[in-house]
């Protein structure tokens, strides 16, 4: 009963590091997003994906890239990290748009950059 | 702009206390509001409201969806330190990805 997982949990990096979160969800869902969490801003929209092999910005994707080769699985990329990049961010899926349901979200990674 | 507004921003209370969470919205082609938990990890899903009037209730937890005013409220009765979280509102338009979240309600619940 995973539901989504997260990899790593936790990961400190130098300004201009470059690493890939992991997310992959076993619920065969459509959707999954990319979201970071800071004090005081909520859960800000990354990147999202509609489905296998399509990707698409969201509200705050400057720094960031993604890729969905697998349905199961959403990586988020950070070529060359920055200060402003440390935050918690969290992976999510949903089964599609038109149905309501949920999001199910994972456990976070929360990422330092020094 | 779509947007989720919650208030309060923070709020501590007592055990046994009741309270009551706030969460306006303005969404585009409006489907639904969700409540949502979050501890120290991942928000948890609690209640999704579509309908206007309709209480969703689980054990000490309810919620209620306004549509005409644009609002929804969480409500918590006899309140628990296990209670004590981030609770996130956000709320979805129709065929549409967007989840869109407030910035949540810290609750803080003292023995």
């Known amino acids: 009963n995973a539901g989504v997982t997260q990899t790593p949990k936790f990961r400190v990096l130098k300004t201009g590091q470059s690493m890939t979160l992991l997310c992959a969800q076993d619920m065969n869902h459509e959707y999954m997003y990319w979201y970071r969490q800071d004090p005081g801003m909520g859960l800000r929209l990354i990147h999202y994906?509609?489905?296998?092999?399509?990707?698409a910005k969201g509200e705050v994707p400057d720094g960031y890239n993604v890729s969905r080769l697998k349905k199961q699985n959403f990586l988020l990329g950070l070529e060359s990290a920055a200060p402003s990049q440390t935050s918690v961010y969290f992976c999510a899926s949903s089964r599609d748009a038109e149905s309501n349901q949920p999001q199910h979200f994972g456990d976070g990674t929360r990422l330092s950059i020094l | 702009e779509d947007k989720v507004v919650q208030s309060p921003l923070s709020l501590v209370v007592h055990e046994g206390d009741t309270v009551t969470l706030n969460c306006s919205y303005e969404?585009?082609?409006?489907?639904?509001l969700l409540w949502y938990k979050q501890e120290k990890k991942a928000p948890t899903f609690l209640f999704m409201l579509?309908?206007?009037?309709i209480e969703k209730k689980s054990g000490r937890l309810s919620s209620i969806l306004d549509k005409k005013e644009l609002f929804s409220i969480l409500n918590i009765t006899a309140t628990q330190t296990g209670d004590s979280a981030v609770y996130l509102c956000a709320g979805k338009g129709g065929g549409t990805y967007k989840y869109i979240f407030g910035t949540g309600t810290r609750l803080k619940v003292l023995a």
């Open positions: 969404v585009t082609n409006f489907r639904s």
């Open positions: 579509t309908s206007s009037g």
């Open positions: 994906s509609v489905g296998e092999g399509t990707t």
